[in-house]
């Protein structure tokens, strides 16, 4: 029967056998599976492994910081960081279409990932965190014809635009690969991963720039993270980040009337995204309780300055999505 310590010890000597003393490059993007998979590698091979962290500028209040400090401080697992955030702000400059928002955001992260890995590298593998139905998925498109070998021809960044430049096709470690994702959570908490990354809600990999509708300028970005971080505040406050399958903050690009005070206001309206759902494929609204809901409004229309209206999305899915763009 399958146990996390006997899949703990074999992938390690697997992935011994298979590196031998050479060097091998991970994206480190915060979530449990290439979390998991650092700690996996790092277990392994130590310091053959380079984490490096890409910080699009697009994350969620502290969460860089978050991340470096637990991996640097606490597990002991250094890290490069990269802080892209003006390039990826400006690659998406007055880009209102979501489409085109997402394809600028990923080929700007394959420009980041060439550059750095070119200046930290060599590197003779890419660890990605390959699940098991990314391999069914991705069946032939990762194989070399000539060895059979499996290959880097995207990096699975969640982004998913980007092909690598073939001077730039690392030979692949994949040792979540036989792994459905509860599987790897169970595995990650077995290594000792914390439970605020093991159940960590999904997040897209363009982040907030698909949750800010129409142009991203770096005020939309300061007002979005602070109305986010009082919806998370709150949903942990009443313990119901369990129960969510995501739970977020959306800002539109229009405004409406308000009043504040004796003061008329004209200003952003925030929405809030709170769904339930299995696997993301089918979601249902959250029916949390109103009084959540009123604290939720009055925070942030006090606390947000640029927001008087807080919206309360109750579209399924179908016919609407998760997220908003
Ligand atoms: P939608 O909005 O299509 O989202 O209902 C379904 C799930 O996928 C997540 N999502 C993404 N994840 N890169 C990702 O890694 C993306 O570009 C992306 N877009 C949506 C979304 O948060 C939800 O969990």
Not at 304 to 319: E, F, H, L, Q, W
Request: net charge negative.
């Amino acid at each position: 029967t399958w146990t996390t310590d006997a899949f703990v010890e074999e992938t390690i000597r697997e992935i011994r056998a298979k590196v031998g003393d050479k060097r091998v490059l991970l994206a480190l993007s915060g979530g449990v599976d290439s979390s998991t998979l650092a700690f996996l590698l790092h277990r392994a091979i130590g310091d053959q492994l380079t984490c490096m962290f890409i910080d699009q500028g697009f994350m969620r209040k502290g969460e860089p910081e978050r991340l470096l400090k637990l991996f640097r401080e606490q597990f002991h697992i250094p890290v490069e960081y990269v802080n892209a955030r003006d390039r990826f702000l400006a690659t998406i400059a007055g880009v209102t279409d979501p489409e085109e928002k997402r394809k600028r955001i990923g080929y700007e992260f394959i420009r980041v990932f060439e550059e750095e890995s070119k200046r930290l590298g060599p590197f003779d593998y890419l660890a990605q965190g390959t699940l098991y139905p990314d391999v069914i998925e991705s069946a032939d498109t990762n194989v070399d014809p000539q060895t059979g070998e499996r290959v880097a021809v995207k990096i699975k960044s969640h982004h998913n635009v980007g092909g690598l430049p073939k001077d730039l096709r690392f030979k692949l470690v994949e040792p979540l690969r036989k792994l459905f994702k509860d599987e790897v959570r169970k595995v990650g908490r077995s290594i000792g991963l914390p439970e605020e990354i093991v159940r960590r809600h999904p997040f897209p990999g363009p982040g907030l720039a698909i949750r800010i509708l129409g142009e991203v300028t770096a005020e939309r970005l300061e007002i979005l993270r602070d109305a986010d971080l009082i919806v998370r505040q709150e949903i942990n406050r009443n313990d119901v980040y369990h129960d969510l399958w995501q739970a977020f903050a959306v800002l539109l690009p229009i405004r409406s009337v308000g009043v504040m005070g004796d003061q008329r206001t004209y200003a952003y309206p925030i929405v809030l995204r709170l769904v339930t759902s299995e696997d993301g494929m089918t979601a249902d609204w959250a029916r949390v309780p109103y009084d959540l809901l009123e604290t939720i409004s009055n925070r942030i229309v006090n606390e947000v300055a640029g927001v008087n209206r807080v919206v309360y999305d109750i579209t399924s899915k179908p016919p609407g999505t998760i997220e908003w763009e």
